[in-house]
């Protein structure tokens, strides 16, 4: 599987040029143009390998190796330099710089070192890259995104879906209501959000929503007045009944705040796994809201979330090994609920990580760390047990959304007259039992 590049450099156009070149050759890259938001990238996304310039105003290369190498002891960087002197050179060396090369750069070289430290794109990904943009195209109401998402995952259907509603609403508008189960992942979509609407890697603000309207128009003044911000801001709201209070902090920047028509504020809404909110939200927030599914309806996310924290914390702590899962720890992934959502596949995957002495985390060591027993099942049906599961997600959330009892929902799907209490819908068979042979 392809891995990903970061790239930083202060001439903007230098660092475009990289990435463009590799890109091209089918490498996912991303970018950055200040060392602090390097380091912040680093922190939340695994990479393969750095290439950093050395000569930046306030951190140079030197020091951002160093604050590299606190994160990650292994992970190779290549720094791209004019000509550099002998103490120069003996200071990265001293800090185990990968490699230095000189501008302007001899490509062939170049592109010869980078395979070996990252694996490009194979012809299935740059396939399922395009069948994803054609998809996108071919739905009426879906929108494409500019780029894949860096930080959100969207791997799963309803992921997918709630970021595309999202930015079709933030592409051009001044407001976005989010709300989100406890521990979600909504935090990590807007910083998608920001980079989509023209803000590249500058830091997102997020506060929570202050008692009045002057002292949030005060921190928004404050944001739109430092030019290293980005141009949307995250809020967060106590509860549901604040999205009116929202809507007069976002009426009122737009009368008083210079540069507010560059400004999006994202109002962020967390609510706990039992809360009955959506329909107030939904209400009040009308057309500028969108719900965050809870992680255990998107169970490719919690894998690509599980993946990418173990690779980190596996990364930092020198136990590379530590990063893979076995087959049955892969079932227990999946199979569990996850009520802490995304907060809580950081923390329990960390743990894992901590506990597996460099060895690929086993179904004992995650259980472990979830401070629960999840049973296995025979690997001929664990397919079938994880569908099952799905179909019973599925139903609570249109019982849900529908405010439904089970006996309705099984009219309204023209199921078993016999099936008249939840307890009936979960015990039910598959309804496609073609899905626990995939």
Known sequence: MAGRILVLDDEENYAEMLQDLLRENDYRVDMATRPERAIAQLEEIPYD??????????MD??????????????????????????????????????????????????LQHVARFSDPMTDLEKEQCVQEGESAEAEAVALSFPEEPRFFSASSFLANRFLQSAWGIAKEGTE???????????????????????????PVDVFDLPTSNTHAIAQLRAVLADFEKSRVVGVRL????????????????????????????????????????????????GETGVVLPPICLRPSDVAVYARRVARIAADRSGRSRSS???????????????PGNYKQVQEVVH??????ADESITHKVL??????????????????????????????????????????????????????TRDDLKKMPLLREELSRI
């Open 49 to 58: 390998l750095v290439i950093s310039d050395y000569k930046m105003p306030v």
């Open 61 to 110: 290369g030197a020091d951002f190796l160093k604050k590299a190498r606190e994160l990650y002891p292994n992970l190779p960087f290549i720094l791209v330099s004019g000509l550099m002197n002998t103490p120069e050179l003996v200071k990265v060396a001293n800090m185990s710089v990968t490699l230095v090369m000189e501008k302007p750069l001899d490509t062939e070289s170049f």
């Open 176 to 202: 976005l209501y989010l709300l989100e189960p406890k521990g979600g992942d909504a935090e990590l979509a807007v910083k998608d959000l920001s980079r989509w609407r023209g803000n590249g890697d500058m």
């Open 238 to 285: 106590k509860s549901v009944d604040d999205v009116t209070q929202a809507r007069k902090l976002t009426e009122a920047a737009q009368r008083e705040v210079e540069g507010s028509e560059s400004l999006l504020i994202v109002y962020i809404v967390t609510v706990d796994s039992d809360d009955t909110s959506r329909a107030a939200f939904e209400e009040l927030a």
């Open 324 to 338: 893979e899962f076995t087959a049955e720890a892969v079932y227990a992934l999946l199979s569990f609920e996850w």
């Open 351 to 356: 743990s894992a990580v901590n506990s597996s």
């Open 367 to 420: 259980c472990e760390a979830l401070g629960e027993s999840i049973e296995l099942v025979s690997p001929d049906r664990r397919i079938a047990t994880l569908m099952k599961a799905e179909q019973w997600r599925y139903l609570q959330e249109q019982m849900e959304q529908g405010g439904l009892t089970a006996a309705e929902l099984a009219k309204k799907l023209e199921l078993d007259s016999s099936v008249q």
